[in-house]
């Protein structure tokens, strides 16, 4: 796979209006498989960004840990907001 992914995306939703995102993924950043990918999302009422590191677990396809962070702000009219978020993630297959 190469080194790094680019996506673009548009679209309109009768909740959000005209909408579009961008995202960036940098590949192979150790040779153990880590990897960190970035998303912009912008509409006529909410703007998105979230980060987030990947590290594959003992399993790497069946599990990896993740640390996000992001920022998401809606202006509806009155109900205007800005959320900051940050975490840890462990994911796992199960069957």
């Known amino acids: 796979?190469?080194?790094?992914?680019?996506t673009l995306?548009?679209?309109?939703?009768?909740?959000?209006?005209?909408?579009?995102s961008l995202g960036y993924e940098l590949r192979h950043i150790s040779p153990y498989g880590d990897y960190f990918q970035?998303?912009?999302q912008a509409s006529?009422?909410?703007?998105?960004?979230?980060?987030?590191?990947?590290i594959p677990g003992k399993n790497p396809v069946?599990?990896?840990?993740?640390l996000i962070g992001?920022?998401?702000?809606?202006e509806p009219g009155e109900g205007r907001?800005?959320?900051?978020?940050?975490?840890?993630?462990?994911i796992t297959e199960i069957l």
């Open 44 to 54: 006529q009422i909410q703007q998105n960004f979230q980060a987030r590191y990947v």
């Open 38 to 40: 970035t998303v912009v």
């Open 62 to 66: 069946k599990e990896n840990y993740s």
């Open 9 to 20: 995306g548009l679209g309109y939703g009768t909740d959000t209006g005209l909408r579009a």
């Open 1 to 6: 796979r190469k080194s790094q992914l680019y």
């Open 81 to 90: 907001y800005r959320l900051f978020s940050t975490g840890i993630n462990y």
């Open 70 to 74: 992001g920022i998401q702000t809606n």
